[in-house]
């Protein structure tokens, strides 16, 4: 067999992906149903049997698979005590700076604290919640100085004074402001 079929036939077994064809299996109502699956992994160019390249889900970790969650995303992801990882700032997508930890923000619910990580420095604050408005307070962060990184990190540390209200959909948040409109988005990541 050569070797780039015994990897993929490998990587098949050792990860999640026969744990996903079999719920897949036992899940499906009918043949050709739609069914909401939710995975953690990766997407890779993966060069199958026959044809050419082409993108393919590489499972490594099997959540669960629903034949009733076809209608939207499912939000499975809560605002408080979750990691969310910044991924769009003032509409820019944002990255961490080379060689940095990624930026995110944690909402503690004991005790109503907000901690993370501004892209230098650690940051902490505090918010309060109504329903789907959410107030930050003394947000504020560590004095380190670091050579890549400043300009953002203040950007996202002054973004949480404006911020007004909140929105999960599927495993995004969006932090709104008094408006509705979109301040930044983050993607919940979970702690292994």
Known sequence: ????VTQLLNEWRNGDNAALERAYSKARPMAGAPLLAVVEGRVEE????EGASRPTLIVERFI????????????TAQLENTYWKLMTLDGMPMESPPGAREI????????HRVAGFAGCNQMMGSYQLAGEKIDFSQVGGTLMACEYGMEQEQKFQQVFARVA????????????????AVLATFESRYLR
């Open 104 to 111: 995110h923000f944690v909402l503690h619910s004991e005790g």
């Open 46 to 49: 993966r060069v199958p049997m």
């Open 165 to 180: 209200g909140w929105k999960i959909s599927g495993e995004t948040l969006q932090l709104l402001d008094g408006a509705g």
């Open 64 to 75: 669960s698979v629903d034949s009733q969650g076809c209608s939207g995303p499912q939000s």
């Open 1 to 4: 067999m050569p070797a780039d």
